[in-house]
Structure formats: structure tokens, C-alpha cells
């Protein structure tokens, strides 16, 4: 998790140098985060049919799913800025 919030952290401080984002915008982050990676599993889902099937077992919903439900406990309580540390 740490290197997630120091990557998010740089990524943040460099997009803010070239634009601006009002605090509702920042806190909004990690619920994007999450909706993004339920998204990205629809993607896969649709490829399945291209690709096969045999990678989308168990062992990788669990994955999947065992990173949403720490992003919700760890990241989704706190305001985007607080976990970005960028509020004092």
C-alpha cells in the first residue's frame, strides 16, 4: 500500500503543476480507483472469448477481490486528499 500512495502522491503532484483540481475533485480519487478496477474486470470478461478463459480462475477473482476489499478498508474512509497526504 505504501508504494500505491507514494506513486499516487508523485503522479498527483505532477498532474498539479500543469492543472489545477479543486478538493472535491481530489477526494473523489479512490472511489474512481475502485470503480476503475471493477471496470477493468469487465474488460477482462469481454476478451475472454478472444483470449480464453483458463486465467480467470479463482485464484485471480480472489486476488481481485482481496484488492478492492483492502482499498475500501485502507483508502476508500479517507478523503482523497488525506490519503494522498496533501492536506497539512
Do not use: C, Q
Amino acid at each position: 500500500m505504501e508504494r500505491i500512495e507514494a506513486m499516487g502522491r508523485a503522479y498527483l503532484r505532477g498532474y498539479l503543476r500543469h492543472r489545477p483540481l479543486g478538493e472535491s475533485d481530489i477526494d473523489a480519487i479512490p472511489a474512481f480507483v475502485a470503480v476503475r478496477e471493477i471496470w477493468l474486470r469487465g474488460l477482462h470478461i469481454e476478451i475472454g472469448d478472444r483470449f480464453g478463459w483458463g486465467w480467470m480462475n479463482d485464484g485471480y477473482y480472489d486476488h481481485h477481490l482481496r484488492v478492492l476489499r483492502e482499498w475500501d478498508t485502507n483508502v476508500l474512509s479517507r478523503p482523497g486528499a488525506d490519503w494522498l497526504a496533501l492536506k497539512s
